[in-house]
């Protein structure tokens, strides 16, 4: 007689399952009622778990939400990073980076989390700073990573990394993402919009900071002298 095959038990709290059913049916409520909405009543039934099972995993419908946006920043950034570490001359670089960023942030997912975000920032400014803190300030970070590379190589002269990687990404969505916070533009922008503003970033930007050097050039085809 074979023995019995035991389903393993998870400390209170600790059932990845459990865990994922909740941020699902949380998910499930926030896009169909949007946040201030929801309840936790409705994210217990669309998880199918009970009140006090929900309170085991997350402390509020605040920490639920917060969960889940860092759950999609890790799917997202993987897709920033790639685009500034991969091959090819510099500026191709960071035009994918800055049409990346832009498709990103003005996403209808994105400019929903920010909007509630700032509308929950007066009552929680904990989650505030968190939301900046994993969000922008981590995108800043991934950016500083390749500027600090490049100025060490020689291809980039910045007084000020931090400044150079703020400037960057607000060029990269100069015109779309305020438009898109505040409803003026109630869709995304075209990919050809977003393209042409990436590329107008980086000029910028390259103006202002690439280094000249005789035979060489940031964008691997015309020498610069």
């Given at each position: 007689m074979k023995p019995r095959t035991r389903t393993p038990r998870h400390a209170a709290g600790a059932?990845?399952?459990k865990r994922a059913a909740i941020l699902k049916g949380a998910a499930e409520?926030?896009?169909t009622t949007?946040?201030?909405a929801a309840s936790v009543n409705e994210i217990c039934r669309a998880a199918g778990v009970s009140k006090s099972t929900l309170y085991v995993y997350f402390s509020d419908k605040e920490d639920l939400f917060a969960h889940l946006v860092e759950g999609e920043r890790e799917?997202?950034?993987a897709g920033l990073q790639q685009s500034l570490r991969g091959p090819g001359p510099l500026a191709d670089r960071l035009t994918a980076f800055a049409t990346t960023l832009a498709q990103i942030v003005c996403s209808d997912a994105v400019i929903k989390a920010q909007r509630t975000v700032i509308a929950m920032a007066e009552r929680r400014p904990d989650l505030g700073a968190s939301f900046y803190e994993g969000g922008a300030q981590r995108g800043q970070a991934v950016l500083l990573e390749t500027l600090e590379r490049e100025i060490a190589a020689g291809t980039l002269s910045i007084p000020d990394p931090g400044l150079a990687a703020y400037q960057l990404t607000e060029l990269a969505t100069a015109g779309l993402w305020r438009r898109r916070l505040f409803g003026k533009t109630p869709a995304p922008p075209a990919p050809e919009q977003i393209r042409a503003t990436a590329e107008s970033a980086v000029d910028l930007f390259l103006a202002?900071?690439?280094r000249a050097r005789t035979g060489a050039s940031v964008?691997?085809?015309?020498p610069v002298s």
């Open positions: 059932d990845p399952d409520v926030f896009m949007g946040f201030d799917r997202l950034f202002r900071y690439a964008d691997g085809d015309t």
